[in-house]
């Protein structure tokens, strides 16, 4: 069993910035995709941002410009750094890594507020 622990969420004010990292139990190497989703309170969990195994990145239309995707498989970590941050970026933030089944971590609040 896979474990994915993210951490790095908090309170940032609007135009802040905060780095997310995931760290996996096991190597990232063999991963074919690892992404961060988010879910805020009555909405669905919607994509963020994936990376494929050859590094690829893909993002939401609505993080473009703002958010960058990144992992070092030395440390088997997934990072999200995001900047310019909105109050509608308010939301639970989900690790997610795709081998030969999907595995999830417990998600890390992140709050933009004055």
């Known amino acids: 069993q896979v474990q994915l622990v993210e951490s790095g969420g908090g309170l940032v004010q609007p135009g802040g910035s905060l780095r997310l990292s995931c760290a996996a139990s096991?190597?990232?190497?063999?991963?074919?995709?690892m992404g961060w989703y988010r879910q805020a309170p009555g909405n669905q969990r919607e994509l963020v941002a994936y990376?494929?195994?050859?590094?690829?990145?893909t993002y939401a239309d609505s993080v473009k410009g703002r958010f960058t995707a990144s992992k070092d498989n030395n440390k088997d970590t997934l990072f999200l750094q995001m900047n310019s941050l909105k109050p509608e970026d308010t939301a639970v933030y989900f690790c997610?890594?795709?081998?030969?089944?999907?595995?999830w971590g417990q998600g890390t609040q992140v709050t933009v507020s004055s």
């Open positions: 990376i494929s195994r050859g590094g690829t990145t």
């Open positions: 997610y890594a795709r081998a030969e089944t999907g595995y």
């Open positions: 096991r190597s990232i190497s063999g991963f074919n995709v």
